[in-house]
């Protein structure tokens, strides 16, 4: 597989942003569990919004946020008019000592990070699905910090351990003490903390009762475990049928290429999302390329 390289757009479409970017970042230690489909939905809204978003793939094994976007880039040179961002990625370092590879990886990601703060509204990070030290740091350094997880009991796992009642937490998750533990990092570099947002993937219409029983304890563990809940993503086909064009179906939707209620209906379920995580006020390229 060959990775992309960055993605410097053409200097006349480069309005930088006032303030420095908002960081999400999307994680998970559990594999498979929806960061990449929810990283590049996110990341197509925020630019379909006007936005200078800046993207950063950690899971140079998989590359799969690399991928879709190499995809996308392939779709815009063939004449679709799809914005694009600012793609970067990182592989991990290979020198022999874990002393010598961790600052390598630092100061790789502190330059990276440096310069799409000053560049970009927003930055988007995927990260592996392992525990991994550039996962770690990325996540000391998220503004907003999403987390996707499979609707289903074996996934709250990966929160916590809850007793048989379901409604109190015995033990937090090796993830939920990660984040704690990068809470704690972040506060003492800048004295800002991270808004963390539990998101509930793969959504399906069956078994309601199911869902409402882990809706209950989700909210039960919010409190304890310190995260809050957005809007989930439904169980659709059309998010791995897109994934070769680089597209999200809001692309189809604003091409006129699609009309179909389901489509609207999963514009909506990204939107609501986007919505619900709350991310700061900034002004779209557009508007700061008209005041000049
Ligand atoms: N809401 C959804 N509907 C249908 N398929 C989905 C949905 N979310 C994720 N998938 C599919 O599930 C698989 C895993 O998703 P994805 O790659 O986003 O997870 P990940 O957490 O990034 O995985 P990894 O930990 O391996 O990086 C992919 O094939 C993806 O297309
Ligand atoms: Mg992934």
Redesign the pocket.
């Known amino acids: 597989m060959s990775l992309a390289e960055s993605t410097p757009l053409p200097e006349e479409d480069s309005w930088p942003p006032a303030k420095p970017a908002h960081v999400i970042v999307v994680g ?1 230690e559990k ?8 990283a590049m939905h996110i990341i197509v809204s925020l630019l379909r919004d006007g936005y200078e978003v800046g993207t950063l793939d950690l ?1 140079a094994r ?1 590359g ?1 946020l690399t991928r879709y976007i190499n995809n996308r880039r392939r779709s815009a040179a063939a004449g679709e008019p799809l914005p694009l961002p600012r793609h970067q990625f990182l592989q991990p370092s290979e020198l022999p000592t874990r002393a010598e590879a961790e600052a390598e990886d630092r100061d790789r990601f502190d330059q990276l990070y440096a310069e799409m703060r000053v560049l970009c509204d927003f930055v988007v990070i995927d990260t ?2 392992a525990n991994t030290y550039l996962g770690r740091l990325a996540h000391s350094h998220a503004d907003t910090l999403v987390t ?1 997880m499979n609707d289903s009991f074996l996934d709250l796992d990966m929160l916590a351990t809850v007793d048989a009642t379901g409604r109190n937490v015995e033990k937090l998750s090796v993830y939920s003490e990660m984040v704690f533990e990068q809470r704690k990092a972040r506060m003492q570099r800048d004295r800002s903390s991270i808004d963390w947002v539990v998101v509930r ?2 959504l399906s219409n069956l078994n309601a009762r199911n869902k409402q029983d882990i809706a209950d304890v989700m909210n039960a563990l919010t409190r304890r475990v310190g995260f809050r809940m957005a809007p989930g ?5 059309i ?2 049928e897109l ?1 070769p064009r680089g597209l999200t179906m809001l692309d189809l939707l604003e091409a006129g290429e699609s009309a179909s209620m389901s489509h609207v209906a999963a514009r909506q379920e990204v939107r609501a999302l986007v919505e619900a995580l709350a991310l700061p006020e900034r002004q779209p390229k557009q508007q700061r390329r008209a005041a000049e």
Do not use: A, L
């Open positions: 998970n594999g498979g569990s929806g960061k990449s489909t929810t899971d998989q799969t592996p699905g996707p993937n793969r993503i439904s169980e659709r086909v998010y791995r994934f």
